[in-house]
């Protein structure tokens, strides 16, 4: 998904580039956005669906959630939802053979909890509106009872018995995985940890400021990482 102008085509086009040199065989690569100029032709363009959020407050990711629409533009079949922002690694084809009905990564900050972190999920398209329907019919009081979409969505799924997790070296976090505890991280590269495929950027950190080593304030001090040009490119 793609809205407003904080990431660019780029995204989009270095995405699906990185989905095509690490999964085999064929796929339908889909952006839902509101802007689809720049990007490649390879890459379906569809609209957001309608979500509407009151005026002024923050949105906070709400709009992952029509992704369950119960007929999303037509679609059908197995999708694995991507953030724009992250650098694939190596092979996502386990991603689609892994059985369950719904799988999403597990949150590492709090590995207590059962929130999932929502950059990399995997559900059959269609399989799950009463998620988006809960939300629409209880906007107010589910703002009010969860931070963001991620920990509705889970809570939700997981009430349900449908919430599986990724293993756990699939999708590393570039902040909490890649770059060195300190005081290291100012002599020692970042690096990929064994077994990451997905590697997921969150809080004030891309990938183009992981490839400078611009923290952007974060509290984790970070050398650069040139290496990540050589996956998140077109």
């Keep these: 998904m793609k809205w407003g102008t904080k990431y660019g085509p780029e995204y989009v086009n270095r995405l699906y ?10 796929f339908n690569f889909v952006c839902l956005t509101d802007r689809s100029e720049g990007i490649r032709d ?32 037509g679609l059908r079949g197995t999708a694995l939802f991507l953030d724009l922002d992250v650098v694939i690694v190596d092979d996502i084809t386990p991603f689609f053979e892994v059985p369950g009905e719904f799988l999403i990564i597990h949150d590492w900050k709090r590995p207590w ?21 809960q939300f629409r019919e209880n906007q107010a009081q589910t703002k009010a009872d969860f931070r963001n979409e991620q920990a509705f969505l889970t809570a939700v799924l997981h009430e349900q018995g449908k919430v599986r997790y990724w293993e756990a070296s699939w999708c590393a976090s570039y902040k909490y995985h890649c770059i060195p505890f300190w005081p290291s991280s100012y002599w020692r590269e970042p690096f990929i940890p064994a077994g990451a495929r997905i590697l997921i950027f969150h809080g004030v950190m891309n990938p183009p400021d992981a490839l400078e080593g611009r923290t952007n304030g974060n509290w984790r001090h970070a050398k650069p990482a040139p290496w990540i040009a050589q996956h998140w490119r077109e």
């Design 17 to 26: 580039a990185m989905v095509r040199r690490h999964l085999k065989g064929e």
């Design 42 to 73: 390879e890459v379906q363009c569809l609209p957001i669906p309608e979500l509407t959020l009151p005026n002024g407050e923050p949105e906070r990711g709400w709009k992952k959630l029509t992704t369950f629409e119960a007929d999303l533009h």
């Design 113 to 133: 909890r059962i929130t999932g972190n929502s950059s990399v999920y995997r559900f059959e398209l269609g399989a799950h509106a009463d998620v988006l329907q």
